[in-house]
DNA sequence: ATAAATCATAGTAAATTAGTAGGAATTAAA
DNA sequence: TTTAATTCCTACTAATTTACTATGATTTAT
């Protein structure tokens, strides 16, 4: 019931992106890398995750890098997380088919949490987080 | 972010053993593996941490077993969760040291979203979950 | 052209989780 | 009082997942 680390440091980056999302220009991975302390190839591989679900976006080449591809108050920490922690289910049953079938009164348990995860960490931006306003 | 199987297999034991409170029995190791289908082996281990916290009760030697210590309407789901899954500690740094130090603004949400987990699974009682009523 | 960057993907090491195994201690019942 | 059924204790191992490394192709500003 931990959250991965390449979750956590999601949220480190665009924490850290956010803070620059008034700048116009973008942000290097080598940067990123720096003043989160992950190293670069980790760092792109989560930051490429991020890209696909369009919560940054990207210029390649020379000069180069990433930034929000929307304002902070515009992105929640919960999109941020479902993409890097699979859909942040807390178990498999919710939609697999498991032994129990699916009368299992635990199931009903793990989706009303899930709902409540989720509707929580719907409702903080990376904005609050950014101005540690929760 | 996965709830452990031995929080899930927890749970599993703890209803059936709330299905059966108003027996005055106790209830073997052997009848709880073959009704959860969990092996006795891991359900022997699972179940001794449930008992070193004061959830089941046990009577040792031949016709022993375990039940609740307590009416189901009185142990929460929470409190079960917590014993066999670290506390339902989604990040080690709300309570350890981490690079970021105390002044990490993701520090709070994760404390925030621990409390809100925490708060929600204290709410339901094993007897909500064994007549399905969430 | 060149250097600085993203992008793609495969591989490996570390850590955690899940499950096995063996046997000591206890106790109800024959 | 022996036996069989049971909890209790702890060490080990296998499987899975996570975290990270490595290599190199592609793109683009200068």
């Known amino acids: 019931m931990k959250m991965s680390s390449k979750a956590r440091y999601g949220l480190y980056v665009a924490v850290e992106l956010a803070k620059r999302y008034s ?33 940054v976006l990207s210029n390649r080449g020379a000069s180069g890098g990433y930034k929000l591809a929307r304002a902070p108050q515009d992105i929640s920490v919960g999109e941020i997380l479902r993409v890097l922690e699979d859909n942040l289910q807390i178990v498999d049953c919710i939609h697999k088919d498991c032994a129990n079938g699916c009368n299992c009164v635990s199931r009903n348990l793990w989706t009303k949490l899930n709902e409540n995860i989720n509707s929580y960490l719907d409702t903080i931006s990376l904005q609050q987080l950014v101005e540690d306003k929760l």
Request: glycine share 4%; with cysteine; net charge negative.
């Open 23 to 55: 700048d116009t220009d973008v942000v290097s991975v080598a940067l990123l890398a720096q003043c989160t302390g992950i190293t670069e190839k980790y760092l792109e591989q989560i930051i490429a995750m991020m890209k696909r679900a369009d919560i």
